[in-house]
């Protein structure tokens, strides 16, 4: 009985000891942490900022389109006869009135020579009937005859050159020839493709919008159009024409914008993503990725010199059109303030900063930040 008491106080007294070994070291790291709490809320926070900036930008409309040349047409023939000549290569550049093919025409010059033999015959014989006629040894009547079968040698000539122009198969205006597809000895008839010409110096993009944009639509109004095949590169052009009727299906109108294609870049028949450009103005913008959203409210963090020192406050702003990587502000904020893109949301009001760079084009901040990270994850006093 003596020997189970001891046992109990003994084992009382060593938990008695165990807190208060508990209780020392819970009041000596109460005094350390806030000191280090402290020292890691003086620490400069690393940030990353952007300018606030005046751009030129617009609200926008987006359709898609199908390019066409300026000018295009099937090179056909009009006649059934053999091909032989061909003076093109495919995708060879020609000018207005340039020879592509020439069909056969023999029978029609041979007919051509008898006519101006018979021409010749007709004027020959006129002149005989006026020299007559001087005398007195001829009719009017004759006279009147003669010249009318010189008449119809003519006529007969100018058929036979309609006729043998028509084997002539020459270029209507300036382009690109297309994939030939004939050879010489080949059999073409009537309305066979002999080719297609393309005048892509400008190009027409037909395009749909809803009706509800009818009101701003005009020619003139400035497009931007682009396509992934063409590596996304964006061409500038403008409105041409808007059609006179709204489908009454879809409710939309058609529109056809041209396009400048000096290189030739844009093909015929190609897809594009047009943007229709309203309501051009200037305006601020800053990265998108300085905002901080906090219910139906849009907050930055503005960055605050006093003196050599750097800090940030918290500013509610008035956001308008949003743009890839970037947004318009209404109200907030001036050009020439400075807002954190990157590191936003690890800064307090008031902390201090550590600026690694200002984002205004002319820096590669995936480097920085890349560099930064690296550092952050090499333990203190270990070599890189």
């Known amino acids: 009985m003596i020997t189970n008491q001891n046992d109990r106080h003994y084992r009382i007294f060593e938990l008695f000891v165990y807190l208060l070994t508990l209780a020392f070291l819970l009041a000596i790291s ?11 809320q003086q620490a400069a926070k690393h940030v990353i900022m952007a300018p606030v900036v005046l751009k030129q930008i617009s609200d926008r409309a987006e359709a898609l389109g199908t390019a066409r040349a300026v000018e295009s047409v099937n090179i056909t023939a009009s006649v059934t006869e053999k091909v032989t000549e061909i003076h093109f290569d495919d995708g060879q550049q020609v ?6 093919a020439v069909l056969e025409q023999a029978e029609e010059l041979a007919e051509l020579k008898r006519q101006q033999a018979v021409r010749s015959e007709r004027k020959l014989a006129l002149e005989r009937q006026r020299q007559l006629d001087k005398r007195q040894l001829t009719s ?3 006279i009147d005859r003669t010249r009318l079968e010189l008449e119809q040698a003519e006529a007969s000539i100018s058929a036979i050159n309609t006729r043998i122009s028509d084997r002539i198969i020459r270029a209507p205006f300036d382009g690109t020839v297309g994939l030939r597809n004939i050879s010489v000895g080949a059999l073409v008839e009537t309305g066979d493709q002999i080719a297609t010409l393309d005048d892509t110096r400008e190009i027409k993009l037909d395009f749909t919008v809803p009706s509800l944009f009818l009101a701003e639509l005009r020619p003139g109004l400035k497009i931007k159009a682009r396509a992934a095949a063409l590596g996304n590169k964006e061409f500038m052009g403008k409105v041409e024409s808007i059609d006179s009727r709204i489908d009454p299906v879809t409710r939309s109108i058609k529109v056809r914008a041209l396009l400048p294609n000096p290189d030739g870049s844009i093909v015929p028949g190609i897809l594009m993503q047009v943007d229709l450009l309203r309501n051009i103005r200037e305006a601020l913008v800053i990265p998108e990725a300085a905002l901080l959203p906090l219910a139906d409210r849009q907050y930055v963090m503005r960055r605050i010199t006093e003196g050599d020192k ?7 702003v008035k956001i308008g059109l949003r743009m890839p990587g970037y947004v318009e502000v209404l109200d907030g904020l001036s050009v020439g303030d400075q807002v954190v893109t ?43």
């Open 95 to 100: 000018k207005a009135g340039d020879i592509l």
């Open 342 to 384: 990157h590191g936003n949301s690890k800064v307090q009001p008031g902390d201090a900063l550590d600026v690694m760079a200002v984002d205004d084009g002319s820096v590669d901040i995936s480097s920085i930040i890349k560099k930064q990270n690296s550092k952050a994850a090499t333990p203190e006093g270990s070599a890189p």
């Open 30 to 40: 109460s005094s350390a942490f806030p000191a280090q709490a402290q020292q890691a």
């Open 140 to 142: 009017q009547e004759q």
């Open 310 to 316: 750097d800090t940030v406050e918290k500013k509610q």
